[in-house]
């Protein structure tokens, strides 16, 4: 191959990798509702989110530290289902995660079960603004309930 031909695939394929991390950054718009288990350490930390906050370069967003929940609803093969979403940052970086299952019948209790036992590895210690879910543990469409409350969680911690 000549060199001029192989610097312009080498461009091509670099430009079609940058595009394509590109478009998974867009955020969607969701309203928010924090919640946290009466009683706990993280309904005080919902309640009254620390002084620290992150501003994050790039993104412009700004968030506080604390613990935050939000549900987010998925379609599913038997309907709608929803799952509890907690998460705990620091700095904008996610440092705990806490799923609250929601399942109406046996095949969401056990892929609502997968995703919660797999997605702390996914993402604690990432920036709140890199987190995008598409499967865990074998769970996929638990995954847009996800991501959904993450979107609500971003708002709320702003």
């Given at each position: 191959m000549r060199p001029s031909v192989r610097k312009s695939v080498f461009a091509g394929i670099a430009g079609l990798s940058l595009a394509g991390t590109?478009?998974?950054c867009a955020p969607s718009a969701t309203e928010?509702?924090?919640?946290?288990?009466?009683?706990?350490a993280a309904a005080t930390s919902a309640a009254t989110p620390s002084a620290g906050s992150s501003s994050l370069a790039g993104s412009g967003a700004t968030y506080k530290d604390g613990t935050y929940s939000a549900d987010g609803n998925y379609v599913s093969p038997n309907g709608t289902e929803t799952v509890g979403v907690?998460?705990?940052l620091a700095g904008g970086t996610v440092t705990a995660v806490?799923?609250?299952?929601?399942?109406s019948n046996p095949n969401t209790r056990k892929f609502q079960?997968?995703?919660?036992?797999g997605i702390a590895s996914q993402i604690v210690g990432k920036n709140i603004d890199e987190l995008n879910v598409s499967k865990v543990a074998g769970s996929s469409l638990t995954s847009g309930g996800f991501n959904q409350a993450v979107e609500q969680i971003k708002s709320e911690a702003q």
């Open positions: 590109v478009a998974g928010s509702t924090p919640a946290a288990p009466a009683g706990s907690q998460l705990t806490d799923i609250t299952q929601h399942p079960g997968e995703f919660a036992g």
